[in-house]
Nanobody
Framework: QVQLVESGGGLVQPGGSLRLSCAASGSISSIVFMGWYRQAAGKQRELVAGITNGASPNYGASVKGRFGISRDNAKNTVYLQMNSLKPEDTAVYYC???????????WGQGTQVTVSS
C-alpha cells in the first residue's frame, strides 16, 4: 500500500520561507501526478501546486511567483518551496499523488503551516 509522508510545516513570520517535503513509500514504479493542496479554516481545499509527468508545473493563482514545486522521481518525493509567505497562506497543506490513471488519488495526513508575527 502506498503512503505519503509529509514534513516541513511550522510557524513562520510574514515574508519568511518554508520548504515542505512529501515522500511516497510502498510498491511504486512511477507516479503520474504529485502535488500540494491546502485548506484554511472555514474554506474549501484548493490546489497550491502540482506536477504531472511530462508536463510543466501548475500553480494556484494566489501562489504564482512565490512558491516553487519540484519532484525527485528517483526518491518518489515532491517538494514545495514557499517564499514571501503571507498570513493568508496559513492552512493545512496536504500532499496528493496519483499513482496511475484509473486509481483513486492518495492523500497525506497534512502538515500545518502558520504565517504570523
Amino acid at each position: 500500500q502506498v503512503q505519503l509522508v509529509e514534513s516541513g510545516g511550522g510557524l513562520v513570520q510574514p515574508g519568511g520561507s518554508l520548504r515542505l517535503s512529501c515522500a511516497a513509500s510502498g510498491s511504486i514504479s512511477s507516479i503520474v501526478f504529485m502535488g500540494w493542496y491546502r485548506q484554511a479554516a472555514g474554506k474549501q481545499r484548493e490546489l497550491v501546486a502540482g506536477i504531472t509527468n511530462g508536463a510543466s508545473p501548475n500553480y494556484g493563482a494566489s501562489v504564482k511567483g512565490r512558491f516553487g514545486i519540484s519532484r525527485d522521481n528517483a526518491k518518489n518525493t515532491v517538494y514545495l518551496q514557499m517564499n514571501s509567505l503571507k498570513p493568508e497562506d496559513t492552512a493545512v497543506y496536504y500532499c496528493n499523488a496519483l499513482i496511475s490513471y484509473g486509481q483513486r488519488p492518495i492523500w497525506g495526513q497534512g502538515t500545518q503551516v502558520t504565517v504570523s508575527s
